[in-house]
């Protein structure tokens, strides 16, 4: 069976710092891409930024760009997605999810190419 399961998530000030992790079980992580996906109230889920099988990161979402990192450990099984400078617009539940596919742009950005996903940690940036 399955299981990604993210935590690291809580509730920060404005221009704070998060570490979330991700840690897979039941599937070969090395040879699969994972990607932090990001919901908040009333609005839909976006990509926020992935890394590829190789470790290679992917293009990040524009206003995550030189605030989020990426970074995975295969013998942990697990992704991070490093968060500094949080804004009040990060507030949102961030989701990790998997794809053994070999995607590229765009279609890494779209949830439906990924099979498996965890259920969620809450951000919550104040100002």
């Known amino acids: 069976q399955v299981q990604l399961v993210e935590s690291g998530g809580g509730l920060v000030q404005a221009g704070g710092s998060l570490r979330l992790s991700c840690t897979t079980s039941g599937l070969s992580f090395s040879n699969y891409a994972m990607g932090w996906f990001r919901q908040a109230p009333g609005k839909e889920r976006e990509f926020v930024l992935g890394?590829?099988?190789?470790?290679?990161?992917?293009d990040a979402k524009d206003s995550v760009k030189g605030r989020f990192t990426i970074s995975r450990d295969n013998a942990k099984n697990t992704v991070y997605l490093q968060m500094n400078n949080l804004k009040p617009d990060d507030t949102a539940v961030y989701y990790c999810?998997?794809?053994?596919?070999?995607?590229?742009?765009?279609?890494?950005?779209?949830?439906?190419?990924?099979?498996?996903w965890g259920r969620g940690t809450q951000v919550t940036v104040s100002s």
């Open positions: 890394i590829r099988w190789s470790g290679v990161s992917t």
């Open positions: 999810a998997a794809t053994s596919e070999r995607v590229s742009y765009p279609d890494y950005t779209r949830g439906e190419r990924y099979g498996y």
